[in-house]
């Protein structure tokens, strides 16, 4: 495995580490607006990373299908949705700012359940970093180098706030800031996992490429739409989060296209 491989796959994780050592600042609760602003923004990076680096490459390399090129986009896409769907309604999980956890009933701490929640949600956008370096180590997708170290520096991006999202909750509630620290790391510790699993089977997954690419993205935006947006968006009606998302989503489009 190559350094550039190394370093994309080891990017991601270290803006989850960054992220939830912010709770080593943290003095009393964690701002709501603060927290809602960060949430608008992982929301903006995920989604623009799962157009411009996900969905656009798996009907560019599907170009030979004609006009039905669509197809794998399509399909992968709605399977993404749905295995997330599946993971949360098969897993015990809570979200911050919940107090009622979701899925099967099980004896599991609140702490725990937290931290399923968060790392179901990043087995995707590993996937998405590993099937990205796949295609550009083979040489089965038209991305570059540098289009893949956009993805992985913008999914590095929107793990910095997702850290901070986890560990400073915790801290606020009482929880020891190096215990809330370090599940706020374990949270990201799945991330380099898939996809080192996935650019191994590399040669395995070529035939569907395409498919996979659009899984990962249908998996991020259900993320988005089943997590980040109603967190950015409950309480007291603000603009803070939709701008935050701005702010994200033209961040991570200008990455992928001045990197790409």
């Not at 602003?37 to 390399?61: C, K």
């Amino acid at each position: 495995m190559s350094l550039s491989v190394i370093q994309g796959v080891i990017l991601p994780f270290l803006g989850t580490s960054l992220g939830a050592a912010c709770v080593f600042f943290l003095r009393g609760e964690m701002n709501r607006n603060l927290q809602r602003g960060m949430t608008g923004f992982a929301a903006g990076v995920m989604v623009a990373a799962s157009v411009w680096s996900l969905l656009i490459p798996a009907m560019d390399h599907a170009a030979g299908m004609g006009k039905l090129a669509f197809i794998p986009a399509a399909v992968g896409f709605l399977l993404g949705m749905g295995f997330l769907l599946l993971l949360d309604t098969i897993t015990p999980h809570m979200h911050i700012n919940q107090n009622t956890a979701e899925g099967p009933v099980s004896n599991l701490s609140k702490t725990t359940m937290l931290l399923l929640a968060v790392t179901l949600h990043n087995v995707p956008e590993g996937m998405a970093v590993g099937v990205v370096y796949a295609g550009w180590v083979t040489g089965e997708i038209e991305i570059t180098a540098m289009a893949a170290l956009a993805l992985a520096l913008g999914i590095a991006l929107q793990n910095f706030p997702e850290g901070a999202i986890i560990s400073m909750p915790l801290g606020s509630k009482g929880m020891k800031k190096k215990k809330a620290f370090g599940l706020g790391v374990l949270s990201g510790v799945v991330e380099p996992v898939a996809s080192i699993v996935t650019i191994l089977l590399a040669d395995m997954i070529i035939p569907i490429l395409p498919y996979l690419l659009s899984f990962a993205a249908g998996a991020m935006i259900y993320v988005v739409v089943e997590e980040l947006v109603p967190e950015m968006s409950e309480g007291e009606h603000s603009n803070l989060g939709t701008i935050a998302f701005a702010v994200g989503f033209s961040l991570m489009m200008v990455l992928d296209v001045v990197l790409g």
